[in-house]
């Protein structure tokens, strides 16, 4: 019917505009599942094929596909329901026990990383306000991508996989007081200092209330909640119902959407049924895909026109990798060198994070284009780097066995 | 943080654009999970709280959603995996044996309820194209609706549902056809007879090829191809990407996408293990609810301003449902009349199909603002009509035991 070139094809999609949802579809999650074998075979983590996949059929690659709205959307999805699967593998309790060793981890990992991109970029010649941006882009850690290889591998249980987790949720709320503040910088009239000290103590009060009472709370509403229920599927409709809501509180009290999907899948963990786990992986499958290539998608390698581009690039790229590396291991040197240095290779990925930094930078007209390509490039590459090393850091480690279900894997 | 009206809450949700996603999310699942709850409890099917809820949450409602383009991606690819779901309990030798019932069956549930749209639009004055149009618009059955209440109550193997589904696929062809004239009249040119006869012939093959070799063809190919395969989960990621070429297929060919999802599922119903089933309704659960509070979402009120307009609504709606159960009944009434009624009201849901022909219409100026938003009213009170009746009129069927895993309910 395509030959026709008549309105007869909207029968099938519903209005010109997602005529391509289909073949959208088809692209993305058959090339993500399609380099995962790849990576597999070539023994790296499944995840890297799809973030590669993204680069190979977006504008960087073959430009079959274009990250749109939709596209965004499934992304955020997959992402929230990523990291619900990681924390209900995850006991609250056994966070607040590697407490301090994640906060003193996420600090240094917040610190190194915004004095050596800020640092890089006022040797450059670059102004102050664009240095600053570097730096908050450098900062946030987006734990996604390493809480998908260790759950993989079966370790979320190791020490170091718990101070990874606590150190990301520490991590967003220390970076979203640093886009407060460059933010309001970059606006005329200087920080509001009054509003940003409200949003730390709320936002704080919001992940600390979670994690120390959700568990409880869950463990006493949710069960009783979903027998007196009579709607097929109960435990899963009130369970994502509860995941939206805590995304939502999130969001409305200041950290990421996702910290609240993993404090959500936290507090249920304790509860949550074998069939619910195998549920919520059947959605993850489905949508983690779209999330994995939106990285990839997102890259724009248009900007490396001139070369001195290039070096900056290659430059911040291995200063993001290093900082965040060197100052989350010192942070978590307590557990010996070994295990300092997991934490501080899973922390490195900015993934997603770094990139809304960086747009927000251009938005407010802080950041150049090229300078905004860059920080993309090393948000998407920190991502892509990251699993390959964890995956060696991790060998010889035992997967540690759970009394709950079998660990997530996503490919 | 969000009292601080500044560019930080885009940290969250990366662009204002997708700033609502968590909170469209919530309400949208919430609502549809909430209202099936209470449905439920009046003894009717949940699925007509999802349809209701798209009601009270939109335009006709409280107005705190709006029908997007978002929202209709997600509707898609939920209607995609649950006639997905509703094939994969379904063996294509079962819907070859009741070929004929079906086929008189949709041959009359069509022509029935054209003549009957047309005639009523002709009595009350409106053009002869706009006429048309209405007949058109109540052609096409939307068979997603049926199929979930029969699977819910466990009767997908009763023949009553095997003539419904097959009637349901002949039914898209036929309505294709419809679409196809009455589009070309709506043109200038008049019909391109000769293209309608290759879409014709290109979807009959494409429908007969796969309902005859899929199965046996993806019985050999796709456990191979899975064992040899080693990304994680690779049956789901087999079967998905198989849906979604499905799918494409089924748009290219000229049939509806959900026809190609669910002869795809039909494909893999003899090979499909148990696991497959649940991550399959994992995915399920959490888009279905989504393509039903579409639904509802798009019902518009405020058409109905004038008096004769509710009386053309009301007069339409009673002949949409009668001429279809009437139809498809007479043509399935070799089963007996208890039979042929179950297929006959299992038929009458329009659902989104009978709202795209409507847009067509609307579209190439051959419809008015009143008469699209009749035809939206049909298709949606059509839809919700039927879950209950369907519910009465198979209350003492037993459910057919199956060898293969438990049925899909969702809800």
Redesign the interface.
């Known amino acids: ?4 070139n ?10 010109g ?2 005529d391509k ?3 959208q ?2 692209v993305v ?2 090339f993500a ?1 399609l380099l ?2 790849v990576a ?2 070539l023994r790296m983590p ?1 995840i890297v ?1 799809g973030l590669v996949a993204g680069i190979v059929i977006g504008p960087s690659g073959f430009g079959w596909i274009q990250y749109d ?2 596209l ?3 992304a ?2 997959g992402v929230m ?1 990523l990291l619900f699967q990681v924390g209900l593998e995850v006991k609250a309790s056994e966070l607040v026990r590697v407490g301090k060793v994640a906060l003193l981890s996420a600090v240094l990992g917040v610190a190194l990383p915004f004095v050596a991109g800020w640092a890089i970029m006022v040797a450059a010649g670059h102004p102050q306000i664009e240095s600053i941006f570097m730096g908050a882009a450098m900062v ?1 850690t987006s734990v996604g991508i390493t809480a998908q290889v260790l759950a ?1 591998k079966g370790v979320l249980s190791h020490r170091t996989a718990q101070v990874i987790l606590a150190a990301a949720v520490i991590d967003d709320v220390l ?2 007081l640093v ?2 503040v460059v ?2 910088m970059a ?1 005329a009239g200087g920080a ?1 200092w009054a ?1 940003l000290a409200v ?1 730390t103590v ?2 704080v009060v919001f992940v600390l209330a979670v994690a120390k009472y959700g568990s409880r709370t869950a463990g006493l509403v949710v069960p009783r909640l979903t027998q007196s ?5 109960a435990e ?2 009130v369970a ?2 509860f995941l ?2 805590m ?2 509180l ?8 996702i910290i ?1 999907a993993f404090l959500a899948g936290m507090a249920l963990a304790e509860t949550a049924s074998h ?1 619910l786990h ?6 993850g ?3 983690v895909p779209f999330f994995l290539a939106s990285i990839g998608l997102q890259l724009d390698t248009s900007v490396f026109r001139s070369g001195s581009t290039v070096v900056l690039a290659l430059v911040i790229l291995a200063a993001a990798v290093a900082s965040k590396w060197i100052g989350c291991g010192l942070g978590a040197f307590s557990l010996g060198w070994k295990d300092a240095a997991r934490v501080g290779a899973g922390m490195v990925p900015r993934g ?2 770094g ?3 960086a ?2 930078g251009l ?2 007209g802080a950041i150049t284009q090229p300078v905004y390509g860059v920080a993309v490039f090393m948000a998407v590459l920190t991502t892509i780097l990251a699993p390959p090393v964890l995956n060696f850091l991790y060998k010889g480690v035992e997967p540690v066995p759970r009394s709950s279900p079998p660990p997530v ?3």
């Open positions: 019917m395509m030959w026709m008549q309105p007869v094809p909207a029968l099938l999609v519903a209005g505009e997602v949802l289909p073949l579809l088809l999650f058959g599942k995962a074998e597999q075979r499944g094929g709205e939709l965004h959307a499934m955020e999805l329901f946030a993989s970076g979203l886009l407060a933010s309001s606006r509001d509003g949003s709320v936002s229920l009579r709607v097929d599927e899963f409709a994502v119902t939206f809501v995304a939502l999130a969001t409305y009290s200041g950290v990421a959407a609240g069939h195998t549920l919520v992986r059947g959605a499958e489905l949508m997603e994070v990139m809304v930094v747009q927000v938005k407010a894997e996503l490919g």
